[in-house]
T-cell receptor, first 113, second 111 residues
């Protein structure tokens, strides 16, 4: 069974440019998470979806970050415009439902220069 | 605010030795997760501890949970090089997988 797939694995962009990350969760998983992980720290939740509905986006910086999960399957996370401080690993995870264990993708490492 | 603290944050040890990683948290919770992360790889679930006194073991790793002390431990027995990784604990704030993560313990095991 395929795990959580994220792309791209690495992205380098100049500040003020837009960037988008894509996540394909495990088939049948209704809950999808986007996390941000800074170097030497644990993940921090950005947004959680139940199917296509964003049920927890309290930590998402909405002035520049947006996310969508059309059709309740794949999801994209966008940053526009990117800032130097956005350099981090962006992790996607999915679970069968909200109170069950989540499985993580390999992440997208973003470098803003 | 729920805070999760791991210590040590960095640990270098010799193969064959035993050691313990500690995870303290600040508010009531009875569900705690341990994850492993290799460089450039996904977070891999190791243990889910669901009640006070829970103990789980897999190979050379054993995790326990004391909800009264708000403490979980990850014990490594007779360490081997393959266990080198970063280990995270994460506390479930509301028992619905709303996780608050520790900063991670980077473990290096020297042959």
């Amino acid at each position: 069974e395929a795990g959580v797939v994220q792309s791209p694995r690495y992205k380098i962009i100049e500040k003020k440019q837009p960037v988008a990350f894509w996540c394909n969760p495990i088939s049948g998983h209704n809950t999808l998470y986007w996390y941000l992980q800074n170097l030497g720290q644990g993940p921090e939740l950005l947004i959680r979806y139940e199917n296509e509905e964003a049920v927890d986006d309290s930590q998402l910086p909405k002035d520049r970050f947006s996310a969508e999960r059309l059709k309740g399957v794949d999801s994209t996370l966008k940053i526009q415009p990117a800032e130097l401080g956005d350099s981090a690993v962006y992790l996607c995870a999915s679970s069968y439902q909200q109170n069950t264990e989540a499985f993580f993708g390999q992440g997208t490492r973003l470098t803003v220069v | 605010e729920l805070k999760v603290e791991q210590n040590p944050l960095f640990l270098s040890m010799q193969e064959g030795k035993n050691y313990t990683i500690y995870c303290n948290y600040s508010t009531t919770s009875d569900r705690l997760y341990w994850y492993r992360q290799d460089p450039g790889k996904s977070l891999e679930s190791l243990f889910v501890l669901l009640s006070n006194g829970a103990v789980k073991q897999e190979g050379r790793l054993m995790a326990s949970l004391d909800t009264k002390a708000r403490l979980s431990t990850l014990h490594i027995t007779a360490a081997v090089h393959d266990l080198s990784a970063t280990y995270f604990c994460a506390v479930d704030r509301d028992s619905n997988y709303q996780l608050i993560w520790g900063a991670g313990t980077k473990l290096i095991i020297k042959p």
